[in-house]
Each structure stands twice: as C-alpha cells, then as structure tokens.
C-alpha cells in the first residue's frame, strides 16, 4: 500500500498539474510494479488462489488497466523467476520456506 500512495505524492500535493484520468492511469500504472518489488511473486500457491478469491478474475482482467496490470505483474514474476534460475536460488529459497514453515508450525 505504501509504494502505491508514494507513487502518486506529486499528483497528491499538487507538485504536478494533472487531471483525475491522468491520475488513474498513473495508479493503475504503478500497481505491477509494486506488488513484484513488495514480494507477491514469493506467494506460496494458497496465497495466489486467495488474492484471486478475493478479487475476483472479472476484476483482474474486466478493464484493459486491470488487465494491463496483471499482465505486468505475471512478467514482472516471470523475470524474477528466470533470475532465480539463472542464480540456482531456487532451490536454496525451497529450504527456507519449508524451514520457516516447519518454525511457524
């Protein structure tokens, strides 16, 4: 929720002159981003099928933004994912996982 509200602080003080579509387009514009530098891509599956639950499918892909955003997000997690493979984490990142699971239990 931070990242969101920062993104939008020049619009919401006035520092820049903008009109209410410029300003949504701009939020919508920064959700992808925020939701992969804020973790969602580390979710575990249960996780993922929540925010789905909650939100709803027709929301996520019911405007072009919404679905523009989702999209970003998928190749935000996408590229992620390739770094990890690439970096041979993704094995290290299953052991902490499943060891923080096994702490938490």
């Known amino acids: 929720m931070h ?3 920062t993104g939008l602080i020049p619009e919401a003080t006035g520092e820049v002159d ?3 579509d410029a300003v949504r387009k701009k939020a919508f514009g920064t959700h992808a981003g925020c939701y992969v530098d804020s973790g ?3 979710l ?7 925010i789905v639950d909650i939100v709803d499918v027709r929301t996520l892909f ?3 933004d919404a679905f523009e955003g989702s999209v970003k ?3 935000g997690c996408l590229q992620f994912y390739a770094f990890l493979v ?3 984490l993704v094995e290290y990142l299953r052991a902490g ?3 923080m699971r096994l702490q938490n239990s």
């Open 62 to 64: 019911g405007s072009w």
């Open 44 to 50: 575990p599956l249960r996780d993922w099928l929540a």
């Open 97 to 99: 996982v499943a060891g």
């Open 40 to 42: 969602v891509c580390m």
């Open 3 to 5: 990242c969101l509200q």
């Open 18 to 20: 903008t009109t209410c």
């Open 73 to 75: 997000a998928g190749v």
């Open 86 to 88: 690439r970096r041979g």
